[in-house]
């Protein structure tokens, strides 16, 4: 890791840093982001870059250079450009809709009583958008898809991570929630062998 960290972190226009201590903060376009550095990680501005420095060659010391660098990077780029992760479901009937600050999904589960699927909502943390492009409905044979946008890549990631967890894809009939461009193994149903008495 430690020639992760001995690059330079350079510093859009857009994007302002501030460095208090061991707390960095970063602003720009997108959003703003903090983080706390851990010790012994030295950082400092120079120029319009941003550079992290370790006291010694210690192993800890040598991996939280690395990771310094790599996590401030991110944040850089993150309230600079902004991440991404587009999601699809698949499934007859199965869709998505945003109402306020909460992701509904339909993705064929049978509610309790009821002859119909159940209404699963997550609420979209702060710092998050759920931009939804195909909504799906019956008769439609595109699958749902809608993206989770924002400053923070690790949420971004976290947030994709939780709804894509609530309905893995099967390796079957592919039905259940996948990131764009995954590839799902299928594997082939079982065939039953008529037997002759």
């Not at 983080?35 to 040598?62: C, E, F, K, S, Y």
């Not at 998505?96 to 993705?107: A, D, F, P, W, Y």
């Not at 592919?174 to 461009?181: E, L, M, N, P, V």
Request: glycine share 14%; aromatic share 6%.
């Amino acid at each position: 890791m430690s020639r992760i960290g001995n690059k330079p972190v350079p510093v859009p226009p857009a994007v302002k840093v501030d460095l208090t201590g061991r707390q960095v903060k970063v602003s720009g376009p997108k959003g703003n982001l903090s983080w706390t550095v851990p010790a012994p990680i030295d950082i400092a501005l120079d120029g319009g870059q941003v550079v992290v420095r370790r006291p010694d060659d210690v192993p800890r010391n040598r991996a939280l250079h690395g990771l310094s660098r790599a996590l401030i990077a991110n944040m850089v780029k993150g309230v600079a450009e902004g991440y991404e992760k587009k999601l699809e479901i698949y499934g007859t009937g199965y869709g998505c809709k945003v109402q306020g600050r909460e992701l509904h999904l339909n993705i064929g589960f049978m509610g309790r009583g009821l002859n119909r699927p159940a209404q699963f909502a997550f609420e979209i943390p702060e710092g998050l958008e759920v931009d939804i492009q195909v909504p799906a409905a019956r008769g439609n044979t595109e699958p749902a898809r809608f993206t989770v946008r924002g400053a923070d890549k690790q949420q971004v990631g976290q947030f994709a991570a939780e709804v894509r967890k609530l309905r893995r894809p099967e390796p079957y009939l592919g039905k259940g929630i996948r990131y764009a461009g995954e590839h799902i193994r299928r594997k082939a149903g079982k065939v039953f062998a008529g037997g002759t008495a």
